[in-house]
């Protein structure tokens, strides 16, 4: 499917760049805590590791995440549905990164971070219990967490997931900027690693795909009952979101002469932030 194929080819390259910037400041929370341990100690570094929100630097990159994946699919949306009929120019990007980034402000950056915070903590804790149980001394727990895989999975995690989520916020915001009614249809990928491949996954976005509704309305996960404004849903519960990769298809209706129809009110009221 020529669509769902543009749509990963456009978030790989983006989930490529940012992850470098993720990593980044997650190795610097590794760091510092190795700097804490050489000056501190291992217990006096678990302890106040343990009661400290970590890696608040990648609230900026997040931010520049969210705005050139949603405004390149906002863009690239709106200009699958001006297809259908001939209009003039988009002109919409600015409406379009304010919005993303109230939506960001209002729902995400207090989530995103935390999720983050708390993730990463745990990672970097498995090695200092691991060395403080066996009885690890310095040297050796420095030297495990500068080669400590986790925080690289982590870091693809959290961008796969932002980058998917930003990804279908812009769909969104083509949709609500464009003056004819719409329906929507969620699209899966179908592989192994797809939310109900497994009999015990917590959602089922196999069994989703293709299930279309208006564009007002929402996504319902048969397996669960979770409802989803769309794929990567801030309002959802994690288990249907993190590592998400679908996305939705907008579809504009048409009337019995095959005309679009137009919305009630058709004028675009950009958020004021």
Partial sequence: MRFLREYTRINRKLEAKYFKQILSSLNKVRDELIAFIKVSGIIAAQQRFNNTLVINGIAETIKRLYVETGVIHARRNYKELREQKQFPGLGFSQTWTNNILEILRLFLTDKILFTASETTKNELMKVLIKGITEGWGVDKIVSTLETFPGLKYQAERIVRTEV??????????????????????????????????????????LLMHGQTVDFNSVFIDPRNGDILYQPGDPNAKAESTINCRCTMELIAKRDERGRLIRKPNSVLQPIQI
Avoid at 164 to 173: F, I, Q, Y
């Fill in 164 to 205: 998917n989520r930003a990804a279908n916020l812009g769909v969104s915001e083509a949709g609500k900027s464009f003056k004819f009614e719409q329906n929507k249809r969620w699209i899966s990928i179908r592989d192994t690693r797809t939310r109900g491949a497994n009999p015990k996954d917590h959602a089922n976005h």
